[in-house]
């Protein structure tokens, strides 16, 4: 099994690169493979089985934008043959059609996905998140300066009970197209949310069905389901 790590030397605010910290540490016969920001990515011409990108700044934003553009139709053809995608934070806007700046200027993204991002860089959106993932529970936290728009209606990934979705309008989270998730809840996912880590495995078709630490990550998420729900 490959997993490949897009440009972790700085795509990895909010401690989100212990998202595939913990993943290694779940599945320690993986092969991961971090691709540095001059590298080409492994995916372009090997075989993987997941690719992970996380949260940037966003003028490492318009970097990953110009170094992915030429893998645009081998990116779509990875969603289509159902490749894991696990992108968090802004990660997801670079697919986007557009991330529009506050003086109307846009900066054209891949365009693989039908939505596109506004930034508004003088207000940060800071969250709790609770929502329904199928009949899982997820829970996290958002911290943004963009908001993004778009018919995610029949591609979300979350349907929300706490806090936002794409937009302080909309009440789904996130992308899914087949095994794609790209989503703005920070944290990391992947501890915060062991049910889901262990849908992840499956996805992969691990056959490890036991998580690292797991009865004390599962406890840690029933407190936090309860405290979130109080919220």
Do not use: W
């Not at 690169?17 to 599945?27: E, G, P, R, V």
């Amino acid at each position: 099994m490959k997993i490949e790590v897009l440009f972790p030397e700085f795509c990895n605010l909010y401690g989100d690169m212990y998202n595939m910290k913990y993943l290694k540490m779940c599945i320690p016969e993986a092969e991961f493979i971090e691709t540095a920001t001059d590298d080409k990515p492994a995916f372009v011409t090997e075989n993987v089985n997941m690719i992970y990108l996380g949260p940037m700044t966003e003028n490492t934003q318009e970097k990953v934008i110009k170094r992915l553009k030429p893998y645009k139709e081998r990116i779509e053809e990875l969603i289509d043959k159902n490749v894991v995608f696990l992108f968090t934070g802004n990660a997801i806007e670079v697919l986007g059609k557009y991330i529009e700046n506050e003086d109307g200027s846009k900066i054209e993204a891949l365009g693989i996905f039908d939505v596109y991002s506004k930034r508004d860089m003088m207000h940060r959106y800071n969250c709790y998140f609770m929502g329904k993932y199928e009949d899982i529970e997820i829970v996290g936290f958002k911290s943004q300066f963009t908001m993004m728009y778009g018919d995610n209606k029949d591609s979300y990934f979350i349907e929300v009970e706490k806090g936002i979705g794409l937009n302080k309008e909309s009440n789904l989270e996130g992308i899914k197209k087949n095994n794609f998730i790209g989503t703005y809840i920070i944290g990391p996912i992947l501890i915060q949310n062991p049910l889901f880590t262990k849908k992840i495995l499956k996805m992969l078709g691990s056959n490890e069905d036991k998580l690292v630490f797991e009865e004390d990550i599962i406890n840690a998420y029933d407190v936090r389901l309860k405290e979130f729900d109080k919220l």
